[in-house]
């Protein structure tokens, strides 16, 4: 089946110390976003690629960073993470910039200590 | 800047209540309103309304959109266990991509 798929699910790391968490889509899908969600809020948009067009958020943090080396996987870093930053964090596709249906994967739980 | 309120935040019910969410929206060029089932995993897509007044139904679920309102109800009729959720509503922004801007989410609780 055609999905978004993200690994790990979960993921522990200390203070400090880099992370990446990765997205691969089937779906064929231009567009590809991370988000943050903490506990009880809205998930956030952190940034977006259109292709290989990159979209940051005005508010993303500098610490956060993506790649999108092709057309189905796309990828976060976190450079130096702190207790803030920990969240789920969600991947989604889309068809193109005027498809407003988005496409979740699973989430990475992350967890900072 | 696009903003999009849920309510209630949270609702408790019983097995077999019918239930109103709410979400009120504005937004700049609205194109659509998207709502999503968010148990402890990523959202699931649930419906996209465009046009005011026409309702989405797929099975209990029900939703409709007032364009002139700005606003749009998620209704759930015989509520069951598994309805248990966060229900999002987001709508896209204007700008470049398809960038969502959600509610807060309504938590709701359905005991047995």
């Known amino acids: 089946d055609a999905m978004v798929i993200q690994n790990p699910r979960y993921q522990v790391t200390q203070f400090g110390k880099p992370v990446t968490l990765s997205c691969s889509q089937t779906?064929?899908?231009?567009?590809m976003y991370w988000y943050q969600q903490k506990s009880s809020q809205a998930p956030k948009l952190l940034f977006h690629?259109?292709?290989?067009?990159?979209?940051n958020e005005a508010d993303t943090p500098d610490n956060f960073q993506s790649r999108r080396p092709n057309t189905s996987f796309c990828f976060l870093d976190i450079r130096s993470p702190g207790l803030g930053d920990a969240a789920m964090y969600l991947c989604?596709?889309?068809?193109?910039?005027?498809?407003?249906?988005?496409?979740f994967g699973p989430g990475t739980r992350l967890t900072v200590l | 800047e696009d903003k999009v309120v849920q309510s209630p935040l949270s609702l408790v019910v019983h097995e077999g209540d019918t239930v109103t969410l709410n979400c009120s929206y504005e937004?700049?060029?609205?194109?659509?309103l998207l709502w999503y089932k968010q148990e402890k995993k990523a959202p699931t897509f649930l419906f996209m309304l465009?046009?005011?007044?026409i309702e989405k139904k797929s099975g209990r679920l029900s939703s409709i959109l007032d364009k002139k309102e700005l606003f749009s109800i998620l209704n759930i009729t015989a509520t069951q266990t598994g309805d248990s959720a966060v229900y999002l509503c987001a709508a896209p922004e204007e700008t470049s991509g398809s960038r969502l801007t959600f509610g807060e989410g309504t938590q709701l609780t359905v005991n047995p």
């Open positions: 465009t046009s005011s007044g």
């Open positions: 989604a596709t889309s068809r193109s910039r005027l498809d407003n249906e988005q496409f």
């Open positions: 690629y259109y292709d290989k067009d990159f979209n």
């Open positions: 779906l064929n899908h231009n567009v």
């Open positions: 937004v700049t060029n609205f194109r659509s």
